[in-house]
Each structure stands twice: as C-alpha cells, then as structure tokens.
C-alpha cells in the first residue's frame, strides 16, 4: 500500500510554486545569473534585487522583494526617491554566483566614457496587481559585469530568457541581455551570444519588426545564417519572452507573448558558418548594449537569466507558463 505521507509529501512539494530559475534547475540547467528589478526568480528568494541612487544627496538604498519569491518592494524606491530622481547603479544576480550588473564602461564603440544608468522610475509594470519598476535603456545607457562565475566561455552550452517590453525599441545597435566579451572590444565573430531585441540589422524576420534576434558578434541573426528568416516574427505585444539558447553545432531562437499563451520556436539548427562554429563565448554579461559597447539600442529589461546547460524547450515552457503566472501588465 502506498504510505500516504510519502503521497503528501510529493503533493505539497509539487504544488510549491516554483520560480523560473527553480524550473531550470530542476531540468539539470541552473541559472548561473538571475536578474530582475521586478520579482524574485528563485521561490526561495529574498535578497536584494537591485540597488538605487538618489540625486539629492546621492544616498543609495537596496530594493527587495515584498516576501520570498515575491514581487519587487517599489514603495521602498518610491518612499526613498520621494521629491528626487533615483537611478538604478546595481541589478543584483540572484543566483548567489555574484554576477551583478553594474553601469558598463566605456569600450570599442563608446570609448567615451562610462554609460549611462537607468532612471529608476523609467519602466513603471504591475505584476499580479502589484507596482514594481523595469530597466527603461535609453540610448548611451548599459550594464555589464567583466568578471562573472559560472558563465558559458568557449563552445559550452547555455541558455537565456528575457522579458521585455514589445513596444520600445529602435533599429539600431544593440538592445542585447547575454554574454559577451571581458574586453568590451570586438574581438571576432562568435565572442558572443546574447538576446538582441529591435529592429535593426540585415537578417530580419518576418514584417517590421521588432524580432528576438541572437547577437553573435559581427551579427544578429534572426535564424540560421545571414538571410532574412520568415519563421521569425514581429513580436509586437506589450510583453515579450525573448529566448536565445546555445551548444556546440546547434543553436535555437524561440519567444512568444509573456501575458498569454506559450512559446514559439523560430530557429532550431546548425551553427551559422563563418567563425561561429566553434563559438568563442567569453562570459562577461551585457544588459542594453552590444559586446563593444554600441550603446544605440533602446529597450526595457524586466527580467532575465542565464543558465548553465542547453535547457530543453519543455523547461522553457514552463518558464514560460511561470511568466504568464507572474501577470505583467501596465501600469495606470
Ligand atoms: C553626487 O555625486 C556626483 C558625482 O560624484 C557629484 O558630482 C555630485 O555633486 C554629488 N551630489 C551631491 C548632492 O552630493
Ligand atoms: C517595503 O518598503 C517599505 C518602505 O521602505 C517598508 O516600510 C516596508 O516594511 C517594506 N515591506 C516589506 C514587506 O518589506
Ligand atoms: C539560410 O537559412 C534558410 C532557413 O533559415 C534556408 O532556407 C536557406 O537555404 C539558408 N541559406 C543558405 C545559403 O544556407
């Protein structure tokens, strides 16, 4: 007979809601960085999320969830930046490997200086009912981390997520979340591997754009190689599920709605020739900007990960179900 402690006990486990980054790991592809100004990515977290400045006399203050696995404190920003402007100087990495994102410096493309951050009340979203606030990058504003742990490099298998918001974006370079160089130099085709969403470059999808695109170096590919990819399509909701996800010889693209329904997968397959096979991945993290800093891309960045492993479309349509669990929406 079955003991019914033991039936319970799996029930109750089961029934736990379960994080994105809870899901990946249970598919033996664990985020090695968690990023999100909006929610806890881990149903067990309860850390820091990211980190704000105030112009008023540049006190800064740490924003956490509301409770483990919830939803962003943004009356903690609000009650802080109460009278002044806050900007965003931290996304922390929930995944405890330390990959935080910081205001990138400069590099190839912008030499000039250190980028920009972003406005703290740029990206106000409502996620079940609750206020919490996105990443708004505006052109000349980026993130990065040069010196990550755990992160793909070389031709090791990794995958990525990111919610964004469908609606702002431009078509020139680069929106991107993913890996990058250490150098923030081009240093050749392949160095990267990133989400690139917008519609620039010229291996588009399907109409106007905007696409989730990979960021390969030298490249966004919207499919295979460098033509245009009809099975990529405009992804023109509020809320976009971005996914990029690579190992050696094969790569795929997939996204979809992130308030509703699930994901489709818009490129499955070889590797694109000219020095992307063998990929030369070298594990830095980018947020809003290209491997060299080509800081013209604008965007929003509500949450993203990036695993260790080449996670299996069935883990992603989890995530993906968690994501529509979550219930973005805009704020009034
Ligand atoms: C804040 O820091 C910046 C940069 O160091 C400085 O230029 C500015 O004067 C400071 N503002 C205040 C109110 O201290
Ligand atoms: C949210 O932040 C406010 C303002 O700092 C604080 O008073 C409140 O206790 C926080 N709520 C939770 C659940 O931590
Ligand atoms: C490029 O990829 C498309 C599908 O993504 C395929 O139909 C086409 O044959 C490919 N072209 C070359 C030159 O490989």
């Given at each position: 007979m079955f003991p019914s402690s033991l039936l319970i006990l799996y029930l109750t486990v089961t029934l736990v809601a379960a994080g994105p980054c809870d899901i990946?790991?249970?598919?033996?592809?664990?985020?090695?960085?968690?990023?999100?100004?909006?929610?806890?990515?881990?149903?067990?977290?309860?850390?820091?999320?990211y980190?704000?400045?105030?112009?008023?006399?540049?006190?800064?203050?740490i924003v956490s969830p509301l409770s483990a696995g919830g939803v962003a404190n943004a009356s903690a920003q609000d009650s802080f930046c109460a009278s002044t402007t806050c900007a965003i100087t931290t996304i922390f990495d929930q995944s405890g490997r330390g990959n935080h994102l910081t205001r990138a410096p400069p590099g190839g493309a912008d030499p000039s200086g250190p980028d920009n951050l972003a406005p703290a009340r740029g990206a106000p979203v409502m996620l079940n009912g609750k206020k919490a606030y996105g990443v708004f990058?505006?052109?000349?504003?980026?993130?990065?981390?040069?010196?990550?742990?755990?992160?793909?490099?070389?031709?090791?298998?990794?995958?990525?997520?990111?919610?964004?918001?469908?609606?702002?974006?431009?078509?020139?370079?680069?929106?991107?979340?993913?890996?990058?160089?250490?150098?923030?130099?081009?240093?050749?085709?392949?160095?990267?591997?990133?989400?690139?969403?917008?519609?620039?470059?010229g291996n588009k999808g399907a109409g106007?754009?905007?696409?989730?695109?990979?960021?390969?170096?030298?490249?966004?590919?919207?499919?295979?190689?460098?033509?245009?990819?009809?099975?990529?399509?405009?992804?023109?909701?509020?809320?976009?599920?971005?996914?990029v996800k690579g190992k050696p010889g094969h790569w795929a693209i997939?996204?979809?709605?992130?308030?509703?329904?699930?994901?489709?997968?818009?490129?499955?397959?070889?590797?694109?020739?000219?020095?992307?096979?063998?990929?030369?991945?070298?594990?830095a993290i980018i947020l809003g900007i290209g491997g060299d800093n080509s800081d013209r891309g604008r965007g929003t960045f509500y949450e993203g990960v990036i695993t260790s492993g080449y996670p299996s479309d069935a883990t992603e349509n989890k995530v993906q179900a968690n994501i529509v669990a979550a219930a973005y929406a805009t704020s009034s």
């Open positions: 990946y790991a249970s598919g033996n592809t664990p985020c090695v960085a968690a990023h999100s100004t909006t929610r806890a990515l881990f149903n067990a977290y309860s850390g820091p999320l980190r704000i400045k105030r112009a008023s006399d540049n006190a800064t203050s990058i505006a052109p000349g504003t980026g993130y990065r981390n040069d010196a990550t742990n755990g992160i793909a490099v070389g031709d090791a298998a990794e995958g990525m997520y990111a919610v964004f918001d469908g609606t702002h974006f431009n078509g020139d370079c680069c929106f991107d979340y993913g890996n990058a160089e250490t150098s923030a130099t081009d240093t050749g085709n392949g160095h990267m591997e990133a989400i690139y969403f917008g519609s620039a470059g106007n754009g905007p696409w989730v695109m990979a960021d390969l170096e030298n490249g966004l590919f919207s499919g295979g190689n460098r033509t245009a990819n009809p099975s990529n399509p405009s992804m023109t909701s509020r809320f976009v599920t971005a996914v997939r996204g979809g709605n992130a308030v509703s329904g699930q994901l489709g997968t818009f490129y499955s397959g070889v590797r694109p020739s000219g020095g992307y096979n063998p990929m030369k991945k070298e594990g």
